[in-house]
Antibody, heavy 116, light 111 residues
Framework: EVQLVESGGALVQPGGSLRLSCAAS????????MNWVRQTPRGLEWVSYI???????YYADSVKGRFTISRDNDKNSLYLQMNSLRDGDTAVYHC??????????WGQGILVTVSS | QSALTQPPSASGSPGQAVTISCTGT?????????VSWYQQHPGKAPNLLIY???KRPSGVPDRFSGSKSGNTASLTVSGLQAEDEADYYC???????????FGGGTKLTVL
């Protein structure tokens, strides 16, 4: 069974940093692209994408220059380093497996709250 | 990149069919057959229903179908059931590093 479990969410002050992790199991992690997608009451927003070999990485304009996606295929783990956090980054962050320009499995998500 | 446009709400009675639209531009929906649809129940993670406009992953009932015309994609739910009551989101590839742009979501109510 495919499982994606996020961790690392917290309450952080504006300007602060946080690192999210996503532990993958039940599939061959090192052949799939992965994504981070965040959700607020306004809806879903794609955040970042990384290929299986890490050669291609994309970011949404809203996080470019502040967030860094990475992965460790030996540990079946995906990461999101978030710096210079803003109020608008408050959201539930999901990791999602890439499939044919879609997201076929999602984690339950982890809450990140940016507030003073 | 602007979000795709979905109606905020839709409704239908059990057994009926409902169609949810997703309007983009010639830079995203109109230019690529890379539209996908997701169902999300409260407190749950989104679930992939349709990918590449019309394709269903294994396990998704054939009551769910997708289509596209020009810059607008559509999701049709036939034979509405109570468990179809949920939020539905569309997304499209938008070229280059714009990997995915989402619609604002549609809340489907089964009357």
């Amino acid at each position: 069974e495919v499982q994606l479990v996020e961790s690392g969410g917290a309450l952080v002050q504006p300007g602060g940093s946080l690192r999210l992790s996503c532990a993958a199991s039940g599939f061959n992690f090192n052949v799939y692209s992965m994504n981070w997608v965040r959700q607020t009451p306004r809806g879903l927003e794609w955040v970042s994408y990384i290929t299986s070999d890490t050669r291609t990485i994309y970011y949404a304009d809203s996080v470019k220059g502040r967030f860094t996606i990475s992965r460790d295929n030996d540990k079946n783990s995906l990461y999101l380093q978030m710096n210079s956090l803003r109020d608008g980054d408050t959201a539930v962050y999901h990791c999602a497996r890439g499939f044919q320009w879609a997201f076929d499995y999602w984690g339950q998500g982890i809450l990140v709250t940016v507030s003073s | 990149q602007s979000a795709l446009t979905q109606p905020p709400s839709a409704s239908g009675s059990p057994g009926q069919a409902v169609t949810i639209s997703c309007t983009g531009t010639s830079s995203d929906v109109g230019n690529y057959n890379r539209v996908s649809w997701y169902q999300q129940h409260p407190g749950k993670a989104p679930n992939l229903l349709i990918y590449e406009v019309t394709k269903r992953p294994s396990g998704v009932p054939d009551r769910f179908s997708g289509s596209k015309s020009g810059n607008t994609a559509s999701l049709t739910v036939s034979g509405l059931q109570a468990e179809d009551e949920a939020d539905y989101y569309c997304t499209s590839y938008a070229g280059g590093s714009n990997w995915a742009v989402f619609g604002g979501g549609t809340k489907l109510t089964v009357l």
